[in-house]
């Protein structure tokens, strides 16, 4: 075939996706056929395969056996189902490993982990690399031109269960990725500070990985090994990836990222969203007393912005429970379209599900799925043939973007960097902060883009800053730059305080942050378990705090509310900055739920953003638009009926009847509106 530019959207759909993993070899072949006839019935285009197949595609070292995938996709193909086909490199056969059992992984304190779950690779082990290549090349090989062929899906969930290995092959590796990075010797001794407590090198052979030390070991080691695995594994992808796009050009190569921050903590997803051709995310309800909805709508928010804005897909997600948290609860009637609604909304160009039919066997037999072990005579089933009719109805919506109105900034480098040890208190977790300050926002009814620090800011009014532990000076100047043509910043305390080596920036905190910001900050203080503070603000208005405050000085920026009591009496709090055209905001404690509603009201006024009229609480309006038009989704998680207003005519597309005025959207419905004009 000749070379072309591969594709960003699944090649021959033409609606979206619907559909899940589909893993016909856990199954006789008898069943194949009433598979597809009722993945016809609930209206399935497309459904992952191979993704878990490596031992019985290649089931003794160079001998494949293709006969029964042929079959599956063939089988597929005349039934109008589409295939997202996976190279099956997150599970090498156990004759890999007994053949290299060095390709085993290793934790810090040198455990080397066993055959028989998945995800355990060492990504720096050269067999494993080479075995890698050579089953995707029989794969792209064979497949390149089948006519079923949609998408291309990588490995499966980088980064878990196994984010690092300590081994020795890693710890080379790492050497040669140092000496790559800095250059030097010496320079790795200024970026990680070793003149502390008499760690200095002479050459790169004296380091290994951060492993198990006494007691704390060197914090920038620890933050460049974080970067090194990641970039390590990132590598295995590129190269299945450059493979796919030699071999099958055309055809887009995606792997599936999990973003939510409550999911995967190891990837830099603002690396990643740049390598593959199609952003895919797998989210996950976690039921840790959380407003779920919430964290599904931040998941897909962050996932979107990781894809520059551009749609996405989701690739997995569950039709009802799942079986890998300590209680795993069915979700309510209605809540799975709700969820994959929501995701739609959002930027996804699909729903896809984890997985069509419920195993027997395994470790995920009590995990739920499209097709259940009660069959077609259950709730489940039923929701999902409705769901693939709702999503058939929205085809033209693809290729619309969802509309941002506002922005946080996020960082994975920062968030590995804070969570090294030794802070000043294990209770600043940036996690809760991001989670809380997205919440406040979802709340305003605020869709909401994330960026990275150092992203271009200007299509935003406001950008908050809920925890920026480590920013490079480029970020500092960016978001000076962003406030002084005429943006909002509100910032959140222990933000700006280390460079991108986790070095502490020169002079007063918070570093990076403090010109624009106006203030200095003397000394933390943090709190203890238990204890709170009260501000005092305009009108004897009064807010609490907790976990954190800090000696704030001002440099130019205006006290709104001050410590009312603790070691802080008196000192400014929450502080307003104007410079150039813009203003910057600063809190210097943790704020209930309560305080952030006050806080990020006034710093939307000053923004200029406004919220939808008379949103009922937990009722979502997301827009998106493109050529095709503009479209709402009214989401309501609430348990009341209730209406929205439109601000336009249009036509309702799960039903089909006429929208005007105020919509009305029942108890745990959506409804989409295509608006006139």
Not at 451 to 468: M, N, R, T
Not at 635 to 651: E, F, P
Request: proline residues 6%; contains cysteine.
């Amino acid at each position: 075939m000749p070379e072309s530019q591969p594709e960003t959207i699944p090649v021959g759909l033409t609606g979206l996706a619907f559909g899940g993993d589909y893993n016909p070899e856990q199954w006789p072949e008898s069943v194949w056929q009433e598979d597809v006839r009722l993945m016809r019935e609930a209206g399935v285009t497309m459904v992952s395969v191979g993704i878990f197949s490596w031992a019985l595609l290649e089931p003794e070292p160079g001998r494949y056996d293709f006969g029964w995938l042929d079959r599956v996709l063939d089988l597929l193909h005349e039934n109008g189902i589409r295939a997202d086909l996976g190279t099956p490199t997150v599970v090498p056969p156990v004759w890999f490993y007994r053949a290299h059992p060095e390709a085993l992984p290793v934790a810090a304190d040198g455990t080397r982990y066993e055959f028989g779950s998945r995800g355990a690779i060492c990504h720096s082990n050269t067999d494993y690399r080479a075995a890698a290549a050579t089953i995707t090349t029989q794969l792209a090989e064979r497949y390149a031109n089948h006519p079923a062929l949609a998408l291309w899906h990588v490995h499966n969930e980088y980064g878990v269960p196994v984010s690092a290995c300590y081994c020795d092959s890693c710890a080379a590796h790492f050497r040669r990725w140092l000496a790559d990075t800095y250059g030097t010797v010496d320079a790795v001794n200024e970026a990680w500070g070793t003149a502390f407590w008499g760690q200095r090198y002479s050459d790169f052979e004296q380091i290994n990985p951060p492993r198990t030390t006494p007691t704390v070991g060197n914090p920038g080691q620890a933050l460049d090994y974080r970067r090194f695995a990641d970039a390590t594994i990132r590598e295995n992808f590129v190269a299945e990836r450059d493979i796919l796009h030699r071999l099958s050009p055309g055809v887009p190569v995606t792997t599936n990222f999990m973003t939510a921050l409550s999911q995967c903590d190891s990837i830099d997803y603002w690396a990643w969203g740049r390598e593959v051709d199609l952003v895919s995310n797998d989210h996950y309800l976690i039921t840790d007393g959380r407003r779920t909805h919430v964290n599904l709508a931040m998941a897909a928010d962050l996932t979107r912005s990781v894809a520059g804005g551009a749609p996405w897909l989701l690739l997995e997600h569950s039709t009802s429970g799942v079986n890998w948290q300590p209680r795993n609860p069915a979700k309510a009637p209605g809540q799975m379209a709700r969820n994959s609604l929501a995701h739609v909304a959002r930027g996804s160009e699909g729903a896809m599900f984890f997985q069509w039919r419920q195993s027997r066997r395994g470790a995920e037999k009590f995990h739920s799925s499209m097709l259940p072990h009660a069959g077609t005579d259950s709730r489940v089933w039923r929701e999902v043939v409705e769901l693939g009719a709702h999503l058939d109805s929205l085809a033209a919506i693809r290729g619309t973007r969802t509309v941002a109105d506002a922005a946080v900034l996020w960082d994975w480098h920062s968030w590995w960097a804070q969570n090294l040890q030794w802070r000043p208190s294990e209770d600043h977790d940036p996690r809760e902060r991001a989670d809380s300050f997205y919440e406040a926002l979802y709340d305003r009814g605020l869709t909401v883009d994330f960026a990275h620090p150092e992203a271009d800011l200007s299509a935003y009014p406001l950008v908050v800053v809920p925890a920026l532990y480590l920013m490079t000076q480029a970020a500092g100047d960016n978001v000076r730059r962003y406030v002084e043509n005429g943006g909002t910043l509100l910032v959140s305390y222990f933000s700006g305080i280390v460079d991108e080596h986790d070095a502490v920036h020169d002079g007063p905190y918070p570093g990076a942050l403090r010109d624009v910001l106006g203030l200095t900050v003397e000394e933390f203080s943090p709190l203890l378990a238990g204890d709170s503070v009260r501000l005092t603000g305009p009108d004897g208005a009064e807010l609490t705090g907790d976990v954190w405050t800090e000696f704030v000085v001002p440099r130019g920026a205006e006290t709104v509310w001050a410590y009312a009591d603790g070691l802080t009496a008196g000192r400014p709090a929450v502080t307003r900055h104007r410079l150039g055209a813009g203003t910057a905001w600063y809190v210097s404690t943790r704020l209930d739920v309560q305080g952030l509603t006050e806080l990020l009201g006034r710093a939307a006024d000053d923004a200029g953003v406004t919220s939808p009229a008379d949103l009922p609480h937990d009722v979502e309006l997301v827009r998106r638009t493109g050529e095709s038009g503009t479209y709402l989704f009214a989401i309501n998680h609430s348990q009341l009926d209730v209406k929205v207003a439109l601000n336009g005519d249009g036509t309702e597309l799960l039903t089909g009847e006429p929208a005007t005025g105020r919509l009305a959207v029942p108890s745990g419905a959506v409804r989409v509106v295509r608006l006139d004009g």
